[in-house]
């Protein structure tokens, strides 16, 4: 099986920054994409940032020159660094993974998510 597994949410005061770690186990065979997902009480879920295993990146235009979106390959885990938070960055997070996974003695592509973690932005 495959999960995502995510850390580093919390509680921050406005200005401050956070690092969100999401780490994907089980039988992977590559990443094609991950990214990060946020949802905030009584609205859509949106996209934060989005990786490439070749190292392209996007952002919502709300996160753009404060958050930084980077990965690791070799342990298979995306990071999402948040600087300048703010209160209307509160939400949770949700770690999403677009993987090539095995299946037997072939392999075939899949979309995962984590369990989300709440980011929380207050004085």
Not at 29 to 42: D, E, L
Not at 59 to 77: C, E, L, Q
Request: glycine share 12%; net charge positive.
């Amino acid at each position: 099986q495959v999960q995502l597994v995510e850390s580093g949410g919390g509680l921050v005061q406005p200005g401050g920054s956070l690092r969100l770690s999401c780490a994907a186990s089980g039988s992977i065979f590559s990443i094609r994409t991950m990214g990060w997902y946020r949802q905030a009480p009584g609205k859509q879920r949106e996209l934060v940032a989005h990786i490439t295993s070749g190292g392209s990146t996007n952002y919502a235009d709300s996160v753009k020159g404060r958050f930084t979106i980077s990965r690791d390959n070799a342990k298979n885990t995306v990071y999402l660094q948040m600087n300048s938070l703010q209160p209307e960055d509160t939400a949770v997070y949700y770690c999403n993974a677009d993987l090539i996974v095995y299946r037997g003695s072939s392999y075939g592509t899949n979309i995962y998510w984590g369990q989300g973690t709440q980011v929380t932005v207050s004085s």
